[in-house]
Structure formats: C-alpha cells, structure tokens
C-alpha cells in the first residue's frame, strides 16, 4: 500500500524547484521589465506626434540619442522603427520652421527614407503612409506618382480619428487632382469627422484647403447625425459663413 506521506528527499525537491522558479521569474522581470517601459515610451512619443504635440526645444534630438541607444531586442521591434522615422520627419519640419528649406533639405531626405525602410515592414500603417505622402509632396510636388501614397493610406484606414484630421487636410490641398474614387473616400472622411464631433477639425478643413470643395464636402453630411450637424452649421455661422448645411435650417437675415 503507498503511503501519503511525503519524503523529506521529495520536499526538499518540491522546495529547491519552487525556489528555481521563483529566481527564473524574478530574472525574467528584471530583463523584461526595462522593455516593457521602454515600449511604453516610445508609443507616448508615437501618439504626441500623430496628435501633432508641441515638443520642447533640443527635445526632439534628445529622443533620437535615445531610440538609438535601445537595445537590440528594442531595435527590432516595429514601434521602434516606426518612432524613428515620425521623429526623423517631425525633426526635419520644425529645422524647415526655423531655419527655411535649405537646411532642412538633408533631414527631409533622412526622414523619408526611415518612412520608406518603415513601410517595408509595416506596409499597413495608414498614418506612415500618409507621412510618406506629405513628405514625397514637400520634395516633388503634387505630382501624380506621389498620390499612390494617400491612396495606401486610405486603404489600410479609411477613418482613424486624429490620423484623418491631418489627412483630411492634406488630400483636400490637392483635391482636383484625385481620382473619382478618392474624392468621394476624402468626402466621406469629411463626413466622419462631423460624425465623430471633430467639429473644430472640419471648419477649419472647410474654410481653408477645403473652401473651393465646400458644396461637395457639405453635401456628403446627409447621412451624418443631425446633432453634429447642428453644432458645425452653429460654428460656421460664429465664424460669419453662411453655407447650407443639409436639414439644418438656414437663416440669411445677418442680425439673428
């Protein structure tokens, strides 16, 4: 008959490997920990570039020292990348801001080729695609061949909050030269961000790059949410235009 009893060789096993896995999961802490904190760094750093966030003077280099210094495990992780090349971009408007074209004219070129190195990992990033867009069309223009990369941004995210606000601007800067099909998809992006109460991107979307398209753009709201409506139609009407936005109700007397 087996007995219940435990051996005092067994609990001395039982012992040392309970202690054994208490000191590989301490070690896996303490490796993995670090990484995990510093992911979370650089995805902060991700979304205060796509909210187009203000940053400090001498902040921005400061954060290209860091992402290069990141350890190899890091390196190889796609927001990483990704970092780089959004900072690289960032870094390279705010030299243009300050110091003109030309001596930001090396770290434009910088920036689009970490956006293009970028793209080849993570081909459905819309708002890479996007920054790809905006960059190709600072060095060359609106040219046709630049286009394809709004078209992949659409593509890998129709609608993406704060990544459409700056889209919605940039398509509608170049909007005669779009396809059809691309039209009605910057339309109905428009119409989104009504939709979604991103009123203050809209107006002023609409009343600036958007103002020769304005009777397409308003015309897409029919389907939008009449409260939403209602508070562009209102917005529109404190900044003195006086458009017709569907159902809303529309009063030219200039005293109401």
Do not use: K, P
């Given at each position: 008959?087996?007995?219940s009893a435990v051996s005092p060789l067994s609990a001395l096993g039982v012992r040392f490997l309970l202690l054994l896995l208490g000191l590989i999961g301490g070690l896996w802490s303490n490796s993995t920990l670090p990484t995990?904190?510093?992911?979370?760094?650089?995805r902060e750093v991700i979304d205060r570039i796509v909210v187009e966030?203000?940053?400090k003077p001498g902040v921005l280099t400061n954060i290209q020292v860091w992402l290069d210094a990141l350890s190899v495990p890091l390196v190889q992780h796609p927001d990483v990348a990704r970092a780089k090349a959004l900072v690289a971009v960032r870094k390279s408007?705010?030299?243009m801001a300050h110091d003109g074209a030309v001596g930001a004219d090396l770290l434009v070129e910088v920036g689009e080729q970490r956006v293009r190195s970028t793209l080849?990992?993570?081909p459905a990033d819309s708002f890479l695609w996007q920054t790809l867009y905006s960059v190709a069309t600072f060095r060359g223009g609106?040219?046709?061949?630049n286009i394809q990369f709004l078209e992949l941004s659409y593509a890998a995210g129709p609608f993406e909050g704060w990544i459409a606000s700056r889209r919605s601007r940039l398509a509608l800067a170049s909007f005669p030269m779009l396809s059809s099909r691309l039209q009605g998809r910057v339309i109905a992006e428009f119409a989104a961000l009504v939709d979604s109460d991103f009123i203050e991107v809209a107006v002023?979307?609409?009343e600036t790059?958007?103002?020769?398209?304005?009777?397409?753009l308003l015309s897409g709201l029919k389907t939008v949410d009449m409260e939403s409506k209602e508070r562009l139609s209102r917005r529109l009407s404190a900044d003195g235009i006086n458009v017709k936005v569907p159902d809303i109700e529309f009063d030219e007397r200039p005293w109401r």
């Open positions: 008959m087996w007995s995990f904190r510093s992911l979370l760094a650089v966030d203000r940053f408007q705010e030299t080849a990992q993570s609106f040219a046709e061949s002023n979307n609409l790059v958007g103002w020769a398209q304005r009777e397409s």
